[in-house]
């Protein structure tokens, strides 16, 4: 699985939006991107994932750029409660396909 | 709703004791996972298994084993705890195959400490 790097961390105001970025320069052609977020003292939680459109769900949008070397987390109106460690990986669908984290980035949401 | 259940929440145990975390997953999923977590580390992978009996080396396996005997169950085994792996240690589950969406789902978590 190709590897990802992330900031160590990133602060934003309650109410705005959560711009996270993630590099992937060595990603192949059939691996997704997938956001997962852990919240203090517990399992990390799925967010989203995509391969190469951007994606959207209730929790989050996904931009995916071009040649796929990396990609943008967005959560439009951050909360308190979306204070948490937010992890981009890259992964191969299908069996035997390992799922590897890496340190993520923590984002603080400030009042 | 889908669940994966780890065994304990908190485990308190002596040095050279062999030690057992269970993991159960509800949801038929191939792929299995153990990791441990300690600050400023992250979330390290210790073992995968996609299938029963099948199990396949993480980042950081020694020191541990691991057993699928069914599919729904993956322990993970410190043969002699040694106090280097008080951790918290985090079971995951995920579906196999040719699927579009392999989300992962975590257990709560089992925090071990080896005294």
């Known amino acids: 699985d190709a590897k990802t790097t992330q900031p160590t961390s990133m602060d934003c105001a309650e109410g705005r939006a959560a711009n996270l970025p993630c590099n992937h320069s060595?990603?192949?052609?059939?691996?997704?991107v997938y956001w997962y977020r852990q919240i203090h003292s517990q399992g990390p939680q799925y967010i989203i994932h995509?391969?190469?459109n951007n994606e959207t769900n209730e929790m989050a949008s996904l931009i995916i750029t071009e040649d796929r070397k990396s990609s943008t987390l967005i959560l439009p109106h951050a909360t308190l409660r979306d204070t948490a460690v937010y992890y981009c990986?890259?992964?191969?669908?299908?069996?035997?396909?390992?799922?590897?984290f890496g340190k993520g980035i923590t984002l603080s949401v400030r009042p | 709703d889908v669940k994966v259940t780890q065994s304990s929440r908190y485990l308190v145990k002596r040095t050279g004791e062999k030690v057992f975390l269970e993991c159960v997953q509800d949801?038929?999923?191939?792929?299995m996972f153990w990791y441990r977590q300690d600050p400023g580390l992250g979330l390290r992978l210790i073992y995968f298994?996609?299938?029963?009996?099948?199990?396949e080396k993480g980042d950081i396996p020694e020191g541990y084993s691991v057993s699928r005997e069914k599919k729904e169950r993956f322990s993970l085994i410190l043969e002699s705890a040694s106090t280097n792996q008080t951790s918290m240690y985090l079971c995951?589950?995920?579906?196999?195959?040719?699927?579009?969406?392999?989300?992962?789902?975590f257990g709560q978590g089992t925090r071990l400490t080896v005294v």
């Open positions: 995951a589950s995920s579906p196999g195959g040719p699927k579009m969406n392999t989300e992962a789902f």
């Open positions: 060595t990603i192949s052609g059939n691996e997704y």
């Open positions: 995509g391969l190469k």
């Open positions: 990986i890259v992964r191969v669908t299908g069996a035997n396909s390992k799922l590897t």
């Open positions: 949801m038929d999923h191939e792929n």
């Open positions: 298994s996609y299938d029963v009996k099948m199990k």
